[in-house]
């Protein structure tokens, strides 16, 4: 059973720092391209960054520079270190494993950027 629990999420002032964490199934983990998606209320859940299992990373061009994607083979966790947040990132985040023709979710956490 492929389990993804994110953990990491809370209220912050704008200009402050959050860091997201994965824990993923070690089934998955080893072959999975794991990211982040966010969505906000009213919007279309987004891509936020993602990692591959060789360790490229993509981000989408609002976080760039800000936001910093990891993972941790030994753990089984991918990571998302968010720095200089804005309001416009309050969202709840997701983190997903995605395989040939799958993709998994977890069950998202609040992160809620004040100004």
């Known amino acids: 059973q492929v389990r993804l629990v994110e953990s990491g999420g809370g209220l912050v002032q704008a200009g402050g720092s959050l860091r997201l964490s994965c824990a993923a199934s070690v089934s998955i983990f080893r072959i999975a391209t794991m990211g982040w998606y966010r969505q906000a209320p009213g919007k279309q859940r987004e891509l936020v960054a993602f990692?591959?299992?060789?360790?490229?990373?993509n981000y989408a061009d609002s976080v760039k520079g800000r936001f910093t994607i990891s993972r941790d083979n030994g753990k089984n966790t991918v990571n998302l270190q968010m720095n200089s947040l804005k309001p416009e990132d309050t969202a709840v985040y997701y983190c997903?494993?995605?395989?040939?023709?799958?993709?998994?979710w977890g069950q998202g956490t609040q992160v809620t950027v004040s100004s």
């Open positions: 990692i591959t299992t060789g360790g490229s990373t």
């Open positions: 997903a494993a995605s395989r040939v023709g799958v993709r998994d």
